[in-house]
């Protein structure tokens, strides 16, 4: 397996990144799980230039961030600020409001997106769209999912694969990671197990039901950079806890 490419996506961890201090407290946690990287998510309003000196000094690298997609439309110039600031090329989001979730939605999200990615490439900024399962609902003969790839050239729109959703979906995350080889800068790690009463859950890497061997396989042959590891609901589970088993059941797969 390649060597120092797994992060933490923070928003595991969001309900202690709403202070500067507990940005502090949480990098020192997760650089002590044995993560070398995070993705950025869910902070509260913080200063990016002291979110840029904390993370220089846990040592930690920024692999990607997420933000809503209004704030690409609004805020673009401090995106691209921010990016500079804490040494990140990969730019997301983590989904699209209701309104975009059809295919004239699919249409009007793309004729937005050419100028803003246009924008993020001249700065050396890449952008990644995340799935749910929601996207694989099908029109006709393809999912969502499908056609905003078919229709999106790789370089305006790179594929952020969410291992759980795409299960969820009724996809092989193996097989959709494969499908975009090339254009997966940034990879979502996150298992599923079932719940009482028929339930789906998320669950650490490896305590789950998801084939392993097979999407790190196709990860690695594909390309993939950094694999970031999230976990919405912990269930109850401190979620330091539960990145520190991810991390742990991973590096014994052979990720590091």
């Not at 490419?5 to 949480?26: H, K, N, S």
């Not at 650089?31 to 230039?49: H, N, R």
């Not at 004239?104 to 793309?110: E, Q, W, Y």
């Not at 490439?121 to 749910?132: M, V």
Request: charged fraction near 20%; proline fraction near 4%.
């Amino acid at each position: 397996m390649n060597k120092h490419v797994l992060g933490a996506q923070l928003y595991t961890v969001r309900q202690f990144t709403q202070t500067i201090e507990g940005v502090a407290e949480t990098l020192q946690k997760v650089a002590a799980i044995g993560y070398t990287a995070i993705q950025i998510s869910g902070f509260g309003p913080l200063d990016p230039q002291e979110v840029a000196r904390l993370v220089q000094d846990s040592g930690l690298t920024v692999a990607g961030t997420h933000a809503g997609w209004k704030r690409f439309l609004d805020d673009l110039d401090a995106i691209i600020a921010e990016h500079k600031m804490w040494g990140c090329t990969h730019a997301a989001i983590g989904g699209l409001p209701g309104e975009y979730h059809t295919l004239d939605g699919l249409k009007r999200f793309l004729d937005e997106l050419e100028p803003v990615s246009a924008a993020l490439a001249e700065e050396g900024i890449d952008f990644s769209y995340h799935n749910h399962n929601h996207e694989l609902m099908r029109h006709g003969a393809r999912t969502l999912l499908e056609t905003l790839y078919e229709q999106a050239s790789p370089q305006m729109l790179k594929a952020e694969i969410d291992t759980y959703w795409i299960q969820a979906g009724g996809g092989d995350p193996a097989a959709w990671i494969r499908k975009y080889a090339g254009r997966e800068p940034l990879l979502h790690l996150k298992d599923m197990t079932m719940g009482p009463g028929r339930e789906q859950r998320m669950a650490e890497i490896g305590e789950g039901n998801l084939n392993w061997p097979a999407i790190l396989q196709a990860a690695q042959e594909s390309g993939v950079e950094w694999y970031l590891v999230e976990q919405d609901d912990c269930y109850g589970r401190d979620p330091f806890e539960s990145l520190a088993i991810s991390r742990r059941n991973l590096r014994a797969m052979g990720l590091s």
